[in-house]
């Protein structure tokens, strides 16, 4: 019985209005079917967390999960059944242990960008796959559509932090990265309490995220460059490309 329910029924008792037991317990299973049917998303709800998830996940993809885990754990939110595994507290240690390392890692001049190399295999399957399951207990279609948008927003959004840290680390001092990480930080936060409690405004904020990206993106273009070299690089594509051309050069 919810605690808010107890109080009103000693209330009532204070009052002289006593309650039998079966109706007491016929009340709480009402308040709490009331309280889950209350907490249940609506649509844009779910859409406004698909995408939350899917390009969170490019930025901060342990954050996310742990937010998001936590937030359902506490019973901030209803999260849907397909979620429900974020919660788990095997999870939420391990997102929890990895959102530690990362917030440093990513505040380190080069360090940072040989991170995101690293997890661009990562970041983007995972939004894909965190987006798509927002629907996957409920609505096979909606999964595979959302898992699509979720991937894109994951790739858009990897691209432009990458992008931007590639740039800023061809700067001399020290602390520009340290505080476009905090600002990373503080702007996936803001993404998923915006999604969860305010989807509409989560919605025009998400439009304007994706406009800036692009404009970013286009400003910032021999550096996306340089990250696309790079990333070849480390999953040795340039190697390959070499060792092909010499065998091709010698026959």
């Known amino acids: 019985m919810p605690d808010w329910l ?6 009532l008792h204070g ?4 309650l039998g037991p079966d109706s007491a317990a016929a009340l709480g299973q009402a308040a709490q079917s009331a309280g889950r049917a209350a907490a249940r998303m609506d649509m844009p709800q779910l859409l406004a967390l698909a995408a939350a998830l899917g390009w969170a996940s490019g930025v901060r993809l342990y954050a996310v999960v742990f937010l998001v885990g936590a937030m359902g754990a506490a019973d901030w939110i209803a999260l849907p059944a397909g979620l429900h595994l974020l919660q788990h507290p095997a999870v939420l240690a391990a997102s929890g242990f990895m959102m530690f390392i990362e917030f440093f ?5 080069w360090l940072d960008s040989l991170w995101d190399a690293v997890h661009s295999v990562i970041r983007i399957p995972a939004g894909a796959l965190l987006a798509g399951s927002v629907f996957g207990a409920d609505s096979a279609t909606m999964a595979v559509v959302a898992g699509l948008l979720g991937g894109s927003l994951a790739t858009t959004a990897f691209a432009t932090k990458a992008t931007t840290r590639a740039a800023i680390n061809t700067s001399p001092e020290p602390f520009s990265n340290g505080l476009a ?4 930080d503080g702007l996936v936060v803001v993404v998923v309490w915006l999604a969860t409690q305010h989807p509409v405004a989560f919605g025009v904020a998400l439009v304007v995220m994706l406009l800036v990206s692009a404009l970013l993106l286009l400003w910032l273009a021999r550096f996306l460059k340089l990250v696309v070299r790079k990333l070849r690089g480390f999953f040795g594509h340039d190697t390959l490309a070499q060792s092909d051309a010499r065998v091709s050069s010698g026959s």
């Not at 107890?6 to 209330?11: E, G, L, N, Y």
């Not at 009052?15 to 006593?18: N, Q, S, T, V």
């Open 181 to 184: 990480s905090l600002f990373e």
């Open 105 to 109: 890692a990513d505040k380190i001049p």
């Open 15 to 18: 009052m002289g209005l006593h």
């Open 6 to 11: 107890a109080s009103f029924i000693q209330w």
